[in-house]
């Protein structure tokens, strides 16, 4: 290992700024990281509420990096489908795969975030500074500013390199773009939807009010609600609405009375499970539902970006945190390759992930019409019935669009983008032309094989097509 | 006319600008524009260069709503397809349209531009003021913060609705960005490659070293030069290259030397005709390439973004001015029907406008493509061979995308998309597929026909097959 003595620098300390720090000191780098909030293993941030996210194989590949397996598994609840809530109360499980040791989890953001952190300070080459937010970064002289919440004191620090895990809204990619030294490509934008965080408590025994092992769906075609279960028997519940369009949006739904109309007309199950919903309504802020992507992410071997600070997305794949995760494991395969120049390291770590990103990135926003609206098809439907038979069946063969984004780490967002597009494409285009028969016979091997292999001609095809129109 | 003696404030005298101007003055208003160049009727800003751009048929829509086809079709010189030079210096016309009456046309930007500022100026409800920069933009309050460059002095303007027609760099759509008072999506994105200008300057006799009518290309894959033909005899040449990549990018071409030596290696016969060469290559600047998208344009009825300034894209197409000026036809026959009624016109216009931008700056995107490696490619050659003799034949039923884009100005750049990517995609893949026999015998127009008939059925499959995936 050579010039672990090197300072990195890393601005943000949440999710995947406290698995890169744990790993870079691993590696024996003298790593500093600096945090805007308080440190969270001693504050209440997030003021009682659990917050929950999706965690699956690509995250784990992060997490296996840093041997940390077996304490993260402690912390998931096991989610093997979508459940799905109709206007009636009827449900219906939709599994993610036909596979059965193919599931997501749900994990509690503030106790994988701790863990992470206790783990990175076990490293005495590691330190996290908490309060103190960065408000720019002098990318040519690799120092950046801070501000310290507590004393109110700026200073600046500098590093051999910076690394910016500061999310969303980080301050090195604002210092790219605000300072005019290279053409800087770079977009935001913004869904018609917002998101508000509502919960299901638990019940008087401390148990779940609705069943445990799924993430809950009502889609309503415009919007819809969701539900992910937490350890204390709770389930963080989201409701996804236009700002400004339809009969009911966020603009308009200003009063107890219109809210609680609004669930009872379109959610009346999740009603009843919800009895503080009109105070959650109220207190919990309306949020915006952004994709931030850029290029470059590296300024010369002095500064990166990594994780939603390069590449924010939309929840609607559950992969945000994955994909960040994933970013720390490429990242470290080639600091492996490359370890000593920072240039080399940064500029091939840009070159080879971002196509990946991007992809998630435009896959997040299909999910988020698949969530709301297709889920309820009967053509979608059919569709994920064949997926689920020809997984259950050929189970070293066919992978769905959502298995090879979920459980197959092993080939990139990009790839899987490709492919389970033009499978999706066959598929329902071979429905609606009739050249795969429903009903067909589930027990019927031959027959499943039959439409296995169409199937698969059939996205060769498509595949094929759009290559010689030049489309990818 | 209601409420027309409202104020109008422009910012911006460019191309898009002062049509606008010229036509809220035919309207009545009372319009104020304020441009942060001098009046390039005075000034020669350009130093004596002329740069021209294409001009076709949605442009000169809008120049037909201020009546004034005759008096721009001086300033045109009609090209009727691009001639394509090969690194032997041979040469090969391609046609834009199989019907001979459709050609785009080379203008002088300064000279259209003058032309324009002339005629709105005729209005004695019109004033224009040079040499104020626009600042920023108090959108809430619909004021506008200048600086006059010749006095130094800052003065704030108000207005009854502040249109900005002020390009790529608008300052209504940085006050839009930084002022964070709504959700604003916004992309800036850069091409690989930079452009810089040069010229074919005219003969002893003042005639054209090259044929005159056409746009003129030395494709070569990775990188091209094209020109286009000025009234003086004179040729704009630009040259479109990698900032950083390939065995010759701008970085590299840093010597006298190294610029001849490119040009004698790529561009023989077009160096032969440019001994001025190396003393423009290394006067004039290299430019980036960028697309703008942003969205919402306007700000209740207070302010809206139009032309560049909301939409700027690459120049590929020879759609930039002619999109701008499609925009000002728009936005009229939206005033014509809710005059008065700013806050309906701005949100109307950028609803049925946005779509169609938002195409022509992707289409101008694959064309970065076409013009400097497809057009040299034998397949796509074959699929122009065959488009150009269905237009010569069945002039009233087929049209290619180039076509629909171009002389279709009836139909939207969107649907123009739609439709000229799925002919495209079509013709492609028959060829490859062998569903279309070549050659075959130009002269037989049964056999034409039928090919007519494969093309516009499979079309329709690909459309249907699209529609189907929801990908549109």
Request: proline letters at 4%; aromatic letters at 10%; hydrophobic letters at 35%.
């Given at each position: 290992m050579k010039n672990n003595q090197q300072n990195v620098l890393i601005i943000g300390a949440g999710l995947c700024g406290s698995l890169l720090a744990l790993r870079m000191g691993q590696r024996g780098y003298n790593v500093n990281v600096y945090e805007m909030r308080p440190d969270l293993r001693k504050t209440d941030i997030s003021a009682g509420r659990s917050i929950n996210l999706a965690f699956s194989?690509?995250?784990?590949?992060?997490?296996?990096?840093v041997g940390l397996e077996k304490k993260v598994q402690e912390l998931c609840i096991p989610m093997n489908?979508?459940?799905?809530?109709?206007?009636?109360?009827?449900?219906?499980l939709s599994n993610y795969s036909g596979r059965t040791h193919e599931y997501i989890n749900s994990i509690s953001r503030g106790g994988l975030n701790a863990l992470l952190l206790d783990e990175a300070e076990k490293h005495p080459n590691v330190k996290i500074h908490f309060n103190k937010k960065c408000k720019s970064v002098d990318f040519e002289n690799t120092t950046a500013l801070f501000k310290d919440y507590l004393t109110k004191d700026e200073f600046i620090e500098d590093a051999d390199c910076i690394i910016a895990t500061d999310g969303a809204g980080s301050a090195l990619r604002k210092s790219y773009y605000l300072g005019k030294k290279f053409l800087f490509s770079f977009s935001q934008n913004y869904l018609t939807h917002g998101y508000k965080e509502l919960a299901i408590?638990?019940?008087?025994?401390?148990?779940?009010?609705?069943?445990?092992?799924?993430?809950?769906?009502?889609?309503?075609?415009?919007?819809?609600?969701?539900?992910?279960?937490?350890?204390?028997?709770?389930?963080?519940?989201?409701?996804?609405?236009?700002?400004?369009?339809?009969?009911y949006n966020f603009n308009n739904l200003t009063t107890p009375e219109r809210v609680t109309e609004f669930f009872k007309k379109e959610f009346p199950d999740a009603l009843e499970l919800m009895p503080n919903l009109v105070d959650d309504f109220?207190?919990?802020?309306?949020?915006?539902?952004?994709?931030?992507?850029?290029?470059?992410?590296?300024?010369?071997?002095?500064?990166?970006?990594?994780?939603?600070?390069?590449?924010?997305?939309?929840?609607?794949?559950?992969?945000?945190?994955?994909?960040?995760?994933?970013?720390?494991?490429?990242?470290?395969?080639?600091l492996e390759n490359h370890d000593g120049d920072w240039e080399k390291v940064f500029?091939?770590?840009?070159?080879?992930?971002?196509?990946?990103?991007d992809a998630i990135a435009d896959l997040a926003i299909d999910n988020f019409h698949e969530m709301k609206d297709h889920v309820a098809n009967p053509l979608f439907q059919k569709k994920r019935k064949i997926?689920?038979?020809l997984e259950n069946h050929f189970p070293n063969t066919y992978?769905?669009?959502?298995?090879?984004?979920?459980?197959?780490?092993?080939?990139?967002?990009?790839?899987?983008?490709?492919?389970?597009?033009?499978?999706?494409?066959?598929?329902?285009?071979?429905?609606?032309d009739r050249d795969i028969n429903t009903p067909y016979d589930e027990s019927n091997i031959d027959e499943l094989?039959?439409?296995?292999?169409?199937?698969?001609?059939?996205?060769?095809?498509?595949?094929?097509?759009?290559?010689?129109?030049?489309l990818h």
């Open positions: 194989d690509r995250g784990n590949k992060g997490i296996k990096l489908g979508r459940m799905l809530h109709d206007k009636d109360g009827n449900t219906f408590l638990p019940d008087k025994n401390g148990g779940y009010k609705t069943y445990k092992n799924a993430l809950h769906i009502w889609p309503r075609g415009e919007f819809m609600v969701i539900a992910l279960p937490n350890l204390d028997g709770s389930f963080t519940v989201t409701l996804f609405l236009s700002y400004d369009e339809g009969e109220f207190e919990n802020p309306t949020a915006p539902l952004g994709t931030v992507k850029c290029t470059p992410w590296h300024y010369k071997g002095n500064t990166l970006l990594m994780g939603d600070s390069a590449h924010a997305i939309v929840p609607f794949y559950g992969q945000g945190m994955n994909a960040s995760f994933e970013d720390v494991v490429e990242f470290d395969a080639i500029t091939e770590f840009s070159k080879t992930r971002k196509k990946d990103t997926e689920m038979a992978f769905s669009k959502y298995s090879l984004v979920t459980f197959n780490e092993e080939i990139g967002y990009r790839e899987a983008m490709l492919q389970g597009r033009a499978q999706d494409k066959a598929i329902l285009n071979m429905l609606v094989h039959q439409i296995l292999e169409k199937i698969q001609n059939e996205t060769k095809a498509v595949l094929e097509d759009d290559k010689i129109a030049g």
